[in-house]
């Protein structure tokens, strides 16, 4: 009977600890993970990419420059209706992920989103807009866009000059 009880308390703690080692780990669809960005002039042109984007744009939005500085300019094929801008933290472990099969644009809840964004702009109702970033700390940021309905969202590096790029290739590789 001992032995009984002694296994069934050893189960359950091992149970109980690979639960939180779950509960705790990061998830390729985190609302805060950023698994890279594409790199985009002062023109919104792509220039190129570190990591593996976990972005979800359909061609609905864009914005310029990225990495930024003070100035973040978002533009849309539709009218957005909100954008939110929340802190995220970079993560190398996704690099494989294929992330066109995995997200979409009911992932996140607007609720979800507006929870710890540090910027919210609310009916805009314009297809193009220049957003002040000065308020924000240096680091990884998400932008979320509602476009007609539908959210889709892009990575950003906010930092506080142009120079910084190579920091941010090397920390990418």
Not at 20 to 49: C, H, M, P, R, S
Not at 63 to 86: A, F, K, Q
Not at 93 to 117: A, C, M, P, R, V
Not at 130 to 156: A, H, Q, T
């Amino acid at each position: 009977m001992k032995r009984i009880i002694i296994f069934l308390a050893f189960v359950s703690v091992i149970g109980c600890s690979e639960k939180e080692d779950i509960d705790n780990a990061e998830n390729n669809i985190d609302i805060n993970l950023v698994t890279g960005i594409n790199l985009i002039d002062f023109t919104g042109g792509k220039i190129g990419q570190l990591g593996n984007p976990n972005e979800l744009n359909i061609i609905n939005f864009g914005l310029y420059p990225n990495p930024t500085v003070d100035i973040l300019n978002v533009y849309s094929m539709g009218i957005m209706s909100e954008i939110w801008i929340r802190p995220a933290n970079s993560s190398k472990n996704y690099l494989q992920t294929d992330f066109g099969t995995i997200l979409n644009s009911e992932l996140y809840s607007e609720n979800e989103i507006e929870k710890n964004s540090k910027i919210k702009l609310t009916n805009s109702g314009l297809s193009k807009i220049k957003i002040d970033l000065r308020s924000l700390e240096i680091g990884y940021y998400r932008v979320f866009v509602k476009v007609d309905g539908s959210i889709f969202w892009r990575n950003i590096y906010v930092g506080t000059n142009t120079s910084e790029l190579d920091n941010l290739k090397n920390d990418w590789n």
